[in-house]
């Protein structure tokens, strides 16, 4: 009896695309679709070409897709894929570079991986992003998406990130501070 692609993991269907079954790829779009367009109008806000983007995104992974290795996890190369995309939307819609430099790449900081205590804790940070989201800079804004909304590990960020683990610690701790701060605020000044 034949294993339906549905039942197989992500990087056996990546076996299976490289071995030229472009159908395994359609169970990969499916997968990934709504995971992508929730990260990206997470991420670039205003943005109305998300859906676009999303598409080019699974155009450069499929094009890329034999040099994935197969013993990894599928899901943080393809956000890897999705971040730069993503990165260059924003700067084509500012026209200006962003300034992605940050000294927390430069020093060494000790790694401390936050867990989430449980669901109600996600659904809490969650409506925190959705609302202050747009209000907080980019290098942290990211860390929360991948973290809380699309609930990859510290490795996985780093990786995709391209940054030390313990900095991904210290803009999580951060990004979460201005957001608590920004809605604080919010709440402050709508009551007076």
């Known amino acids: 009896m034949a294993i339906s692609e549905e039942n197989l993991s992500d990087e056996e269907l990546v076996a299976r695309v490289q071995g030229n079954n472009e159908m395994a ?30 598409q080019d995104i699974f155009i450069r992974a499929y094009q890329n897709i034999q040099s994935f290795d197969t013993s990894k996890r599928f899901s943080p190369w393809l956000y890897r894929i999705a971040h730069n995309a993503f990165v260059n939307a ?8 962003l300034l992605f430099m940050n000294f927390d790449t430069l020093l060494s900081h000790p790694t401390y991986e936050e867990k989430l205590e449980n669901k109600e804790e996600a659904q ?32 996985e960020i780093a990786d995709i ?11 999580l701790r951060r990004g979460k501070e201005l957001l608590k701060k920004l809605l604080h605020s919010a709440t402050h000044y709508n009551t007076h």
């Open 25 to 54: 790829f359609g169970v990969l779009m499916k997968r990934y679709q709504d995971r992508l367009l929730r990260y990206g109008r997470r991420f670039l806000a205003e943005h109305s070409h998300i859906e676009d983007i999303v």
């Open 161 to 171: 990130l391209h940054i030390p683990i313990g900095t991904v610690g210290i803009r």
């Open 124 to 155: 809490h940070m969650n409506a925190m992003l959705e609302s202050g989201l747009n209000t907080i800079p980019a290098i942290y804004r990211e860390v929360l998406i991948l973290f809380y909304g699309e609930e990859l590990r510290y490795q």
């Open 90 to 97: 924003l700067r084509t819609r500012q026209h200006t570079p």
